[in-house]
Each structure stands twice: as C-alpha cells, then as structure tokens.
C-alpha cells in the first residue's frame, strides 16, 4: 500500500490489513507469560469451560490485530506513538487455526492547533475471522506526521 501521512487519512479513509493465523502452539505460550487462564494454555481444562475448547486470550487477538495493521505499510511511516485506546470490546473467541483481519476506519482526524507538523487520528479497527465474522474491535488513537515535515 502507499504510505499516507496524516492530511492523507480523512475521517471515512479505510484499508484491510493482512492476514495472520493462530497457532496452537503460539495461543498457548502467549498465554502462559500473559494470560495464564486455564482456557488459554489447557486443552482439557478448556474442553470442560464455557468456551468447551482452547482460545486465544484477547490480548493477544489484539496485538496480532495491531501488528497487522502496522503490516499494512499504510501509515507506519508517519507514527509518531499511540495515546491510547478506546472502545475495545471481545465479541467472539478466536481459536487454533483461525486466520485473523483487520478492516480499519478512520474515524476522527484533527490537525494539531500548537504544532501543525502533525495531527491525531484515531482508527476504528474491527479484527474478523475469515468467515467474515467480527471478533474483536478497538479505536487506535494515534499521532501522526504530516507529510514534509520531520519527525525531530
């Protein structure tokens, strides 16, 4: 993709990322540093939760989402940093063998008053499976250079 800069992501602007696949084997060592809860990091306590089988912590459903995201050569040039996020929600668990997408919105885009060099935009990201369904979703709320100016 080309590589946009803060006046080149309008509110309305969107891209699709890349797609990633999730392991077994990378669900459950993610958990075990981060999220050690039985249904992550356990087949047969998993079988016998409420999920009834292994799932990916959200937190790393996440992660892979914003990797993706950063993948897409959309807009990573131009970061300057996150101040944060919002809204984000868990609709559907992932599981092994999923393969994951992000289908970004900008949502908000408003130049800086003090420093015109740069402006935030925050992103609606909705991660789906390949299905199509919607699993998770979070507005990214980023600083962003504007194009000709450097980032000192």
Do not use: C
């Not at 990633?20 to 669900?27: C, K, Q, V, Y």
């Not at 799932?55 to 300057?80: K, R, Y």
């Not at 800086?112 to 991660?127: A, E, L, M």
Request: aromatic share 10%; proline share 4%; charged share 25%.
């Amino acid at each position: 993709m080309t590589q946009r800069y803060f006046e080149d992501l309008p509110i309305g602007f969107t891209y699709r990322s890349g797609e990633a696949e999730l392991t077994r084997e990378a669900i459950v060592k993610f958990a075990r540093e981060w999220d050690p809860q039985p249904f992550h990091v356990d087949d047969a306590a998993a079988a016998e939760s409420h999920f009834g089988t292994l799932i990916a912590s959200g937190w790393h459903t996440l992660l892979i989402a914003f990797n993706l995201a950063m993948q897409s050569g959309v807009w990573d040039e131009a970061s300057m940093g996150a101040s944060g996020m919002d809204e984000v929600r868990w609709f559907l668990p992932a599981v092994p063998g999923d393969v994951i997408h992000v289908r970004a919105e900008v949502v908000t885009a408003e130049r800086s008053k003090s420093r015109p060099d740069r402006g935030r935009v925050s992103f609606r990201n909705d991660v789906h499976r390949a299905d199509g369904k919607r699993i998770a979703s979070y507005i990214g709320n980023h600083l962003m250079k504007a194009r000709g100016t450097s980032l000192a």
